[in-house]
């Protein structure tokens, strides 16, 4: 491909990326999938353009706006030549050379708004806060509130590109034996932080073609996401439920911890992504997972396996601030439901996810999310509710698995970009009394008896 060529794949890449509702990395796979004649080369090139400009959205915008103009994919590209690469305007008139497969020449227009930019640079002494680190207005209240003075270095970490890791699968190999099946692919990898079982990976390997993975002695997990299995700190042999356990990551990690003994229940009312997890679940050689779709967090099941669990996990769905690294379109447009429909999803689900937990056992609410409603309010507002469950402190769960530093914060898990080079993540453990009676409302008579009650006779 020329620069110029590249550089329409660019706009046409951003164009059905605004078009559509589907997420930036699932549009860019498609895109390039139905053009294999573009090399492999090339398509980084092009990836790595469309997605920078992704990632100075708010930037991009706020210059084309002070000149007057609408941000449209072909003006972003524009602008990010001129602001971001740093190429004169005379260089980015050749790359706009009206060419067969190369963007069309600059209208008037254009040309103007070109001379505008031209010796300018991406950042502007009256650029607000917000805009220089990308956060958009609806998050920036609740993003303060849960950052205060960290706001912008936080929000700037979110900017990065998030690092590969893998989660070693003890059942079938260590730390040391991963790292050397890794290297004799040409990977290097090196153990993370925080995680006992995490390797970070320089670079950007195909793993699908690698033997370590398609064996299944390392999965794909961020750092983030392995500490949050590691917090519901399951024992071989026992009974756990993933409630929300979506493509199985953390229900892989968690039936790993457990050796392949008891039985962990992944749960969605995706069921779709159930089925595709089941694939994941066997090449790790796991067979103590068993999937059941729901109908909704109320399904029947619920009820019929009331405080039958010891580990109940509510991975619950939410905003995704914490994952602005790896989707930086997600931050821009609305991928799903909002803040609004969110907070009541969260709060039915762990509602109704805490009755399979049983004396003594735990209930661990995580999300990827940083913002506090989703998180610490969820929490707080559960045990007003709940004085049956009390918190423990995940510091007090690392210590009793022998770990020996935990990324704490207060009694939970808070783990940010900035301070922990993970995600953005979230997880409480909440422990069910040992001798609590049963109330009222959990025996169904709350207003949701009738049809759980019908089900469990059909049930038997
Ligand atoms: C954060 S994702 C889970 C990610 C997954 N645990 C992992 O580690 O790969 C949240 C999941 O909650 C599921 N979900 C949404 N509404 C639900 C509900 N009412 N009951 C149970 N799961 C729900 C979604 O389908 C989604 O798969």
């Known amino acids: 491909m020329t620069p110029a060529a590249r550089l329409q794949a660019v706009i046409d890449l951003l164009t059905e990326i605004d078009e559509t509702p589907r997420p930036a990395d699932a549009v860019m796979s498609a895109y390039f999938r139905a053009r294999r004649y573009i090399g492999s080369k090339d398509r980084t090139a092009v990836a790595q353009t469309a997605y920078a400009i992704l990632r100075r959205h708010a930037r991009l915008t706020w210059w084309l706006e002070r000149e ?22 005379a260089t980015v008139l050749e790359l706009f050379d009206g060419s067969k497969f190369g963007p069309a020449r600059l209208s008037p227009e254009e040309l103007a708004l070109g001379r505008a930019l031209d010796t300018h640079t991406l950042e502007h002494p009256s650029m607000p806060e917000a805009v220089r680190v990308e956060c958009p207005s609806w ?15 936080e929000m700037e970490a979110l900017l990065d590109s998030a690092p590969l890791d893998l989660r070693v699968n003890p059942v079938k190999a260590n730390r040391e034996s991963a790292i050397k099946a890794l290297s004799r692919a040409r990977i290097q990898a ?21 033997d370590a993975f398609k064996e299944g002695l390392v999965e794909i997990q961020d750092e983030g996401s392995q500490l949050v299995a590691f917090a519901v700190a399951p024992k071989p042999g026992q009974q756990v439920v993933d409630f929300c356990a979506g493509a ?10 457990m050796n392949n003994k008891g039985r962990v229940v992944a749960c969605d009312v995706l069921a779709g ?37 010891d580990r109940v996990l509510v991975d619950a769905p939410c905003s995704g601030t914490g994952t602005w690294r790896r989707n930086p379109d997600s931050r821009w447009r609305a991928l799903g439901p909002g803040l609004d429909q969110l907070v009541p999803l969260q709060a039915s689900i762990l509602e109704s996810a805490s009755r399979l937990v049983k004396p003594g056992g735990r209930l661990i609410y995580a999300t990827c999310s940083m913002l506090p409603e989703e998180n610490e309010g969820q929490i707080a507002a559960f045990l007003e509710s709940h004085p049956e469950f009390t918190v423990k402190p995940v510091a007090e769960v690392w210590a009793e698995e022998g770990a020996d530093s935990v990324p704490a914060e207060g009694p939970y898990l808070r783990l940010t970009p900035a301070r922990h080079d993970t995600d953005g993540f979230f997880a409480a453990v909440l422990e069910r009394k040992a001798d609590e009676p049963v109330t009222a409302a959990e025996s169904g008579a709350a207003g949701d008896g009738a049809e759980d009650d019908a089900a469990e006779l059909a049930a038997g």
């Open 68 to 89: 007057g103009r609408t941000a449209t994919p072909r003006a972003r590209v524009l602008a990010n030549e001129i602001l971001a690469e740093g190429k004169p305007l």
């Open 139 to 153: 998050a920036e209240g609740p993003m303060r509130a849960a950052l205060g003075a960290q706001f912008a270095r």
């Open 190 to 210: 090196q153990p993370t932080r925080w995680s006992p079982l995490g390797l970070r990976v320089q670079g950007r390997p195909p793993l699908a073609t690698v």
């Open 248 to 257: 199985g990551g953390k229900t892989l990690a968690i039936a790993a911890l």
């Open 273 to 309: 992504r159930l089925k595709r997890a089941a694939e994941r679940f066997r090449r790790a050689g796991l067979h103590n997972i068993e999937p059941h779709p729901l109908t909704s967090e109320r399904d029947p099941w619920v009820k019929r396996h009331k405080r039958k669990f």
